[in-house]
């Protein structure tokens, strides 16, 4: 099993859209969790940390369900701009090896 | 405040030769890691370094893949020999402290024929 799981997509979705992503991990013992955005071609750039009380950066929304093992990102308000790809991220604390999803890939269409 | 630092950023080898990457750090990173991403796939970590110590190896293909980080600054990544399915890009990241943000640089896209 892997350890990190994401649904690939592709999520096409028009401009002012909600879109939420979903995205499991199989280590309970993770401590860490992050959301990355990957622009075609170029490196992956930290979107938001999530924390266990879930948290919030303007359009976004992360929350983190340990119980069930997963983190989502909700982006309200959908904008071109925000095409790309969503890549979730899990740090296990045993040899703080992070595991990196296969990525979710969005296109806002106008 | 410099970001990653990563050369080349572009090589074409053919299968059998060796090729070399180079990373330099966020100024003060004392965790480094290379990562390796193949088209279509998440970012698949491949060595970790604390500063010029290897925290975790488990992931590289040691039979023709090596990492060092002398220095505990800039590190270097080899392949020797390569082949087709190295073809990927290849990420340095570095973050302040293990478990923390990381950084990633521009990466080296690296095409085996």
């Known amino acids: 099993r892997k350890e990190v799981e994401q649904d690939p997509g592709p999520f096409n979705v028009p401009e002012g859209a909600t879109v939420a992503f979903n995205c499991t991990y199989s280590?309970?013992?993770?401590?860490?969790f992050f959301w990355y955005r990957q622009d075609c071609r170029k490196e992956p750039k930290l979107l938001m940390s999530?924390?266990?009380s879930g948290n919030e950066d303007g359009r976004f929304t992360a929350q983190l369900n340990r119980a069930s093992q997963y983190i989502s990102l909700l982006i309200r308000d959908s904008k071109l701009s925000d095409s790309a790809t969503y890549l979730c991220?899990?740090?296990?604390?045993?040899?703080?090896?992070?595991?990196f999803g296969t990525g979710t890939s969005l296109t806002v269409i106008p | 405040e410099a970001g990653v630092a990563q050369s080349p950023r572009y090589k074409i080898i053919e299968k059998r030769q060796s090729v070399a990457f180079w990373c330099n750090p966020i100024s003060g990173h004392a965790t480094l890691y290379w990562y390796q991403q193949i088209l279509g796939q998440g970012p698949k970590l491949l060595i970790q370094f604390q500063n010029n110590g290897v925290v975790d190896d488990s992931q590289l293909p040691k039979d023709r893949f090596s990492a060092e980080r002398l220095k505990g600054v800039d590190s270097t990544l080899k392949i020797q020999p390569a082949k087709l399915e190295d073809s990927a890009v290849y990420l340095c990241?570095?973050?302040?402290?293990?478990?923390?943000?990381?950084?990633f640089g521009p990466g080296t896209r690296l095409l085996v024929l």
């Open positions: 280590n309970s013992a993770s401590q860490s």
């Open positions: 999530v924390y266990s």
């Open positions: 991220v899990v740090n296990s604390r045993t040899g703080n090896q992070f595991y």
């Open positions: 990241a570095s973050s302040l402290v293990p478990g923390e943000t990381q950084y």
